[in-house]
């Protein structure tokens, strides 16, 4: 083919080895040019074919991509609006937050690394000691956690927290919303409306369990003994593993690293030798729960918002101290059900009930959990700053935001910076619904 005389795109540079590319690769001798030319504003090509035929494109000059110029891009750590996290259908398995390929070629390099090269010893916690530096974590999690229950027993005396009679959706105002999307009994009878009513706390932060496990290096709890070990907050079980000590649920702790004799196998290292155990020096005061004659509601709103203040500074340090500890001690969650095991792997009970459990004989489907697993931001509503209410016809144009995060920010908190994305604070909400239809 012969070389074109247009200068849009210039012959690449080749190594001497090998033939000469062409510039376009894949037109035959007959095929029509096509030519660029600028003009004031816009860029004109023209395509000629055969004789007497020609076709005039004109698009704006700035969508042509020129090499000589660079665009000046403005980066943020948080988007300006985002999409509301997706839910799962019930018959879908949840995504593994590592790809399998992506496991596998990192446990291919960790072998290739390890050849010909001694072993290491077990690192905590694979080892059954404790990682020191995760222990001050697990006591202020803890402490985070029953100060965000009582203050939010206290925030919903002041700022009313609406439930469904027949599902399990909550919203944070005085009316519920209006949206069609009840799933629960005799939804198709009300068309999908929800039947509001009162809620307690544990709607709003919601309390999953877990199994307790005396020794977290233990055996794996079969299926008989489901109903004899004991169900704890799963939040609280991770807090026990990485240090905490709490007299009604006791753990195993060691003084020595386990001698490791099998791949599954192992046993306990002497610890005649050692002497009596020094008092822990991080060991911190515990927290309780306030009884509900105990809980007092603020009397001034002065006092909820700096309430409501503490409360979402209690909900950042639970979540950013669990996402620490999460990264030291094993998590796992069905990949079907939300069962949460803490734990290196998880337990045998054959209590799933998710979509073809009866394949699976009632067996989890473990895989590593993620942040939202332990502690699930349980979305809402916000409703707008002016204070009216949600309308059915204009449910695009309103926001989410957790349930907690919503309470606060009606408390009288600020909004914090990672949550305005999904909130869309800065979204016109029309007037009316001829309004709305006139938006683009």
């Not at 002041?158 to 005085?174: A, D």
């Not at 939040?235 to 001698?259: H, S």
């Amino acid at each position: 083919m012969p070389s074109m005389s247009s200068s849009l795109l210039p012959p690449p540079t080749c190594s001497s080895r090998l033939p000469p590319l062409r510039s376009f690769v894949g037109l035959r001798r007959s095929a029509p040019l096509f030519q660029v030319r600028e003009r004031a504003g816009a860029v004109v090509g023209v395509a000629s074919g055969k004789p007497g035929y020609s076709l005039r494109l004109g698009v704006p000059a700035l969508t042509v991509f020129r090499s000589h110029q660079r665009a000046a891009v403005i980066r943020n750590e948080h988007a300006q609006n985002a999409d509301f996290p997706r839910n799962y259908s019930k018959r879908e398995k949840k995504p593994f937050p590592i790809p399998v390929l992506e496991l596998r070629r990192r446990a291919k390099e960790r072998m290739k690394a390890a050849q010909g090269k001694p072993k290491r010893p077990l690192p905590p916690p694979k080892n059954g000691m404790l990682v020191r530096r995760l222990i001050t974590v697990a006591y202020k999690v803890y402490n985070a956690r029953i100060l965000l229950i009582n203050n939010l027993r206290k925030l919903m005396k002041v700022v009313p927290v609406k439930g469904c009679k027949y599902c399990s959706e909550i919203h944070v105002g005085s009316v519920g919303h209006p949206f069609r999307t009840c799933r629960g009994m005799l939804s198709d009878q009300r068309r999908g409306e929800h039947d509001w009513g009162s809620t307690l706390a544990e709607a709003v932060f919601l309390p999953v369990e877990a199994y307790h496990l005396e020794d977290r290096l233990g055996k794996r709890i079969p299926h008989d003994q489901r109903f004899a070990v004991p169900r704890i907050p799963a939040l609280v079980e991770l807090c026990i593993q990485a240090g905490v000590d709490l007299p009604e649920y006791p753990t195993k702790r060691r003084r020595k690293p386990i001698i490791k004799i099998g791949k599954t196998e192992f046993v306990d290292a002497d610890e005649d030798d050692l002497p009596e155990p020094e008092p822990d020096r991080f060991k911190q005061a515990l927290l309780e729960e306030l009884r509900f004659d105990e809980i007092i509601a603020p009397s001034n709103p002065e006092e909820t918002a700096a309430l409501a203040e503490e409360t979402l500074e209690a909900w950042e340090t639970v979540r950013d101290g669990a996402l620490k500890l999460m990264k030291g001690y094993a998590v796992r969650v069905c990949g079907y059900c939300p069962e949460v095991h803490v734990g290196p792997t998880g337990h045998k009970a054959r209590n799933c009930g998710a979509f073809k459990h009866q394949q699976r004989n009632g067996q989890h489907g473990w895989q590593a959990a993620v942040l939202d697993d332990l502690i699930p931001p349980r979305y809402v509503w916000h409703m707008p700053e002016s204070g009216e209410e949600l309308q059915r016809e204009l449910k695009t144009f309103y926001g989410q935001a957790p349930a907690v995060v919503e309470l606060c920010i009606q408390g009288g908190a600020k909004v914090p910076e990672k949550y305005k994305a999904t909130m869309r604070l800065d979204i016109g909400i029309p007037s009316s619904l001829k309004e709305a239809e006139m938006v683009i």
